[in-house]
Structure formats: structure tokens, C-alpha cells
């Protein structure tokens, strides 16, 4: 490594230099975008003499959001309620296959809403940063494949209902899909 002629001890070879120039780089990856972001001291942005700016209106958070949740709650109420139950109860299954569909689609939207709101509460944008984006984007594609899920089911198969009414029945199905 060292080269004892010309140069003398204690010298680098020309290879070594090369060497070290070409490990400067590391290999290790840059993490600073995914830390949190601390806090302002005192919880206090900008100072006495600046003009409050009010937040952009947002229809999809806040208190439209509250409302979107507690229609789609007041909403699942007699569907989930009388839907499946009626067709377990009396052994046939529900007529109307878009009645069928409503209730996943519904159930689906109103789980959706309420992780949207356990994403602002307790992960919010300007403390996690990137972290607040990724949930928000893997909560949407869990709802994706959710609502391929819904779609799935209610065109191969015979809807939510059909499979209330196996599981509550105890039947077993000849589809490999109910089998537990």
C-alpha cells in the first residue's frame, strides 16, 4: 500500500489514491427525508409581526370530512342490518345483487374515511413529513384492492350475502374459497 521508492515512505501509490477518491462515495443510503420534523420552539411559526394565514380550504377534511363519515354510518345502519341477516335468517339470498354491491361499496367507503382520519390525527404532515404521504397512499391502495376485492366477489361469486349466509349457516361450499 505504501510505496517505499521514489517517493519515500509514507507516500500513497497513485492506485491507492485512486482507491480511496473512488471509496468517498458511500454506498450507504440517505436517510435525512425520511426523519421527523421537529416542532418550532414554543409550537410558534413566523413571528408577532406577521399576518395569520389561514389554511386553504380542503372538502375531502375537516369538518366535510366528519360529515362524509357519519353519513356513510347513519348509512350502514339498515343496510348492514337487514341485508345480510335477512338473507341468513331465511335462508335465500338476496335478489337485488346491486343492493348487494351498495353494502360493500359502503362498508369499503366508511372504513376508508375513518383510517383517513386516524392518518390526520395521529400521523400528521407537518411533524412525519413523508411519513404522513406514505400511509395515506398505502391506505388508498389497500382500498384499491379492496374494491377489486368487492368486484371480484360480486361478479364471480354471489355477493357479501352469499357468503353471510355460508359462514352462518356452517355450510361448506364445493369453491375452495369458503373452505376454512
Known sequence: MFRTGLGGPGVLSS???NLCLRRSISLKPNFSR???IPPPAG???GDVNEAFKPPAANYLEGSYHWYYERITSVALIPMFAIVPFYGALTGTLVGFPI???VLCSTILIHGHLGLTSCIIDYIPKRKFGIWHNI???MLLAGSVVGLCGIYELETNDNGLTDLV???WNGKNSEDANYRY
Open 15 to 17: 492506485y491507492s489514491r
Open 34 to 36: 425520511f426523519k421527523l
Open 43 to 45: 409550537g410558534v411559526q
Open 99 to 101: 343492493l348487494d354491491a
Open 135 to 137: 400511509a395515506r397512499a
Open 165 to 167: 349466509l355460508k359462514l
